[in-house]
């Protein structure tokens, strides 16, 4: 085994020797010291040192041999553990910024009163980000939608499956249905034609991301393409833009209680109506994702129940 193969790892992140170091609370001297001697034992270079510092093929193979090690050794922690029936530990659980809200302050609870020794770490971030952090072995496992998955060494347990809806406000259906408004909030809600909103503005998630890759499927299918005029990532912002007449956006079965609280306070906003889409039978969903080889202690069971649990409410049938 490579001693000290953290630094590797450490440094294959940051591909920056004094950024690195900082980060292992080491001298630059001690980490550049330490690559020199790893690459003069194995006679071959794993970091390009020009133009830019960055993993050579043999650092990228060093590398997954490294991570594989650090993977071996979280899961024999992991079983002894159980094998000492030791209820104490931490677990590094990952969730989107919009779902965060809605899920982590009844699970903090609910699992810190049935694991009062065990450190529930949360990190709010991207699915993508996410899904790097698992594979790095920074994440146990997070909650998010399966269609961006791109490693066939993640693992996951669908929890719910959710609809899509679009999401307008009044003043945006009287501006560009001014002859069929209100009736048309009648229609709308038997299902929303997308191919009749194509004028109007709307604020979408990132291409990458899995309700924004659910849309752009069914309007392939459609033949037709939306005025996007902003792409943000945060659920919040966009029904906060919708409100305020921004734009048009589309929301997923768990955050529609947000937009029924904004439609409640009011705050000056403009009422938002949410239509099911006509045609649209995809579904998001919604799944506990990690490393396949990953071994778990028992008691992320009971995160995963509690999870499970908490997301039912939300969850759609597939037609």
Do not use: W
């Given at each position: 085994?490579?001693?000290?193969?953290?630094?590797?790892l450490?440094l294959?992140?940051?591909l920056?020797?004094?950024?690195?170091?900082?980060?292992?609370?080491?001298?630059?001297?001690?980490?550049s010291?330490?690559?020199?001697?790893?690459?003069?034992r194995y006679?071959?270079?794993?970091?390009?040192?020009k133009?830019?510092?960055a993993?050579t093929?043999?650092?990228?193979?060093m590398l997954d041999?490294?991570?594989?090690?650090?993977?071996s050794?979280?899961n024999?922690?992991?079983?002894?553990?159980d094998?000492?029936?030791?209820?104490?530990?931490t677990?590094h659980?990952?969730i989107?910024e919009g779902r965060?809200?809605?899920?982590?302050p009844?699970?903090?609870?609910?699992?810190?009163n049935?694991h009062?020794?065990?450190?529930?770490?949360?990190?709010r971030?991207?699915?993508?980000?996410?899904?790097e952090?698992v594979l790095?072995?920074?994440?146990?496992?997070?909650?998010?939608?399966?269609?961006?998955?791109v490693?066939?060494?993640?693992?996951?347990?669908?929890?719910?499956?959710e609809r899509?809806?679009?999401?307008i406000?009044?003043?945006?259906?009287?501006?560009?249905?001014?002859?069929?408004y209100?009736?048309?909030?009648e229609?709308?809600?038997?299902?929303?034609d997308?191919?009749?909103f194509?004028?109007i503005?709307?604020v979408?998630?990132k291409?990458?991301?899995?309700?924004?890759?659910?849309?752009?499927?069914?309007?392939?299918e459609l033949?037709?393409s939306?005025?996007c005029i902003?792409?943000?990532?945060?659920?919040d912002?966009?029904?906060?833009?919708?409100?305020?007449?921004?734009a048009?956006?589309?929301c997923?079965?768990?955050y529609?209680s947000g937009?029924?609280?904004?439609?409640q306070?009011k705050?000056g906003?403009?009422?938002?109506n949410?239509f099911p889409i006509a045609n649209?039978?995809?579904?998001?969903p919604l799944?506990?994702?990690?490393?396949k080889?990953?071994?778990?202690?028992?008691y992320i069971?009971?995160?995963?129940?509690?999870?499970?649990?908490l997301c039912s409410?939300?969850s759609?049938?597939?037609?």
């Amino acid at each position: 085994m490579v001693n000290n193969y953290k630094y590797f790892l450490v440094l294959s992140e940051e591909l920056n020797i004094s950024s690195a170091a900082k980060r292992l609370f080491i001298s630059h001297q001690c980490l550049s010291k330490y690559i020199k001697g790893l690459e003069a034992r194995y006679g071959v270079s794993f970091f390009e040192r020009k133009p830019k510092f960055a993993l050579t093929p043999a650092g990228k193979t060093m590398l997954d041999t490294l991570r594989q090690i650090e993977l071996s050794e979280q899961n024999l922690e992991n079983q002894l553990a159980d094998i000492k029936d030791a209820k104490s530990g931490t677990i590094h659980f990952g969730i989107t910024e919009g779902r965060y809200p809605i899920i982590v302050p009844k699970l903090l609870k609910e699992f810190h009163n049935l694991h009062p020794k065990v450190k529930l770490n949360i990190h709010r971030t991207t699915s993508p980000q996410m899904q790097e952090m698992v594979l790095n072995n920074s994440l146990d496992l997070f909650l998010s939608g399966v269609s961006n998955l791109v490693s066939h060494n993640l693992k996951y347990e669908i929890v719910v499956n959710e609809r899509m809806y679009i999401v307008i406000s009044d003043n945006l259906l009287k501006q560009y249905f001014p002859n069929d408004y209100p009736q048309c909030k009648e229609t709308f809600a038997k299902g929303a034609d997308l191919r009749l909103f194509q004028q109007i503005p709307f604020v979408l998630n990132k291409e990458n991301f899995n309700s924004r890759i659910l849309l752009d499927k069914h309007l392939l299918e459609l033949g037709v393409s939306l005025n996007c005029i902003n792409e943000l990532t945060q659920p919040d912002i966009h029904y906060l833009l919708c409100a305020e007449d921004y734009a048009a956006s589309f929301c997923l079965t768990m955050y529609l209680s947000g937009i029924n609280q904004l439609n409640q306070f009011k705050n000056g906003y403009s009422h938002l109506n949410v239509f099911p889409i006509a045609n649209f039978t995809s579904v998001n969903p919604l799944a506990l994702i990690y490393h396949k080889n990953k071994k778990f202690p028992s008691y992320i069971q009971d995160l995963k129940n509690i999870i499970k649990r908490l997301c039912s409410p939300y969850s759609t049938p597939i037609e």
